[in-house]
């Protein structure tokens, strides 16, 4: 099993910036993958940015030139560092943690980011 918690949400002003920080407990070497995933309000959860275990990185379209996702393996901490946020990306953010041989998902509990325009 892995534990997974997420810190680091609030309200910031539009253009504003938040760093969100995700804990691993547990299992941790059955790890490869781990990722930010959000939900906003009415909407269905979607990618946010994903790093695998050697620092290979992936973003969505709305990510990209504004959030990184970085990883302290020492940690067993990913983090997402968000600049110029939008009131679109107002959403609770959810880490995820995908096992090796199977890519079976854990989920952290989220966090709730707000950007007031």
């Known amino acids: 099993q892995v534990q997974l918690v997420e810190s680091g949400g609030g309200l910031v002003q539009a253009g504003g910036s938040l760093r969100l920080s995700c804990a691993a407990s547990?299992?941790?070497?059955?790890?490869?993958?781990m990722g930010w995933y959000r939900q906003g309000p009415g909407k269905q959860r979607e990618l946010v940015a994903t790093?695998?275990?050697?620092?290979?990185?992936n973003y969505a379209d709305s990510a990209k030139g504004r959030f990184t996702i970085s990883r302290d393996n020492a940690k067993n901490t990913v983090y997402l560092q968000m600049n110029s946020l939008k009131p679109e990306d107002t959403a609770v953010y959810y880490c995820?943690?995908?096992?090796?041989?199977?890519?079976?998902?854990?989920w952290g509990q989220g966090t709730q980011v707000t950007v007031s325009s």
């Open positions: 995820n943690a995908l096992r090796a041989w199977d890519e079976y998902a854990y």
């Open positions: 547990g299992s941790i070497r059955s790890i490869n993958t």
């Open positions: 790093i695998t275990n050697g620092g290979t990185t």
